[in-house]
């Protein structure tokens, strides 16, 4: 079937089975490898990506039944400035090796968008197989200080 995707400010015409997720179609047909396939279950979170602005696990989504504009970790900086989350991350130290790393800032992102409140609650979806979890949540609480506008 023939599907449009809007992916992080490009319409990408894609002819794909009706079968394929969100993430293989950016991953394998797009390139775009900001996204990771952990578990390919909808249990670890390194897939997730913001579609229409919302998080969701690209693992779980089929391609064809997204309609809204499509954010991956690789559209968040602007130029040669990192997004305040991605700067958290760094300052604090927020990832080893790095394989979660852009499933926990698209989730960290809508988290401090949002206001939430439980941040270990609402990041409990995304897993860190290197325990940097106490270095994530500084990471948030930093970002949610430095800037309001996200």
């Known amino acids: 079937m023939d599907i449009s995707l809007e992916v992080n400010g490009s319409t990408e015409e894609l002819s794909v089975d009706p079968g394929v997720t969100l993430l293989d179609a950016l991953r394998e047909r797009l390139g775009v490898t900001g996204p990771k396939k952990g578990c390919d279950r909808g249990q670890c979170g390194a897939c997730t990506v913001h579609v229409g602005g919302r998080p969701v696990l690209a693992c779980l989504t089929l391609a064809a039944t997204v309609r809204e504009p499509v954010t991956t970790v690789e559209a968040l900086a602007e130029q040669d400035r990192l997004h ?67």
């Open 84 to 150: 305040p989350v991605q700067q958290a991350f760094v300052d604090q130290d927020a990832l080893q090796c790095g394989f979660c790393t852009s499933g926990q800032i698209m989730s960290a992102v809508a988290a401090v968008r949002d206001d939430v409140q439980d941040v270990r609650e609402f990041m409990s979806g995304n897993i860190c197989r290197c325990s940097a979890y106490p270095n994530i949540v500084a990471a948030i609480e930093q970002a949610r200080s430095a800037d309001a506008s996200l």
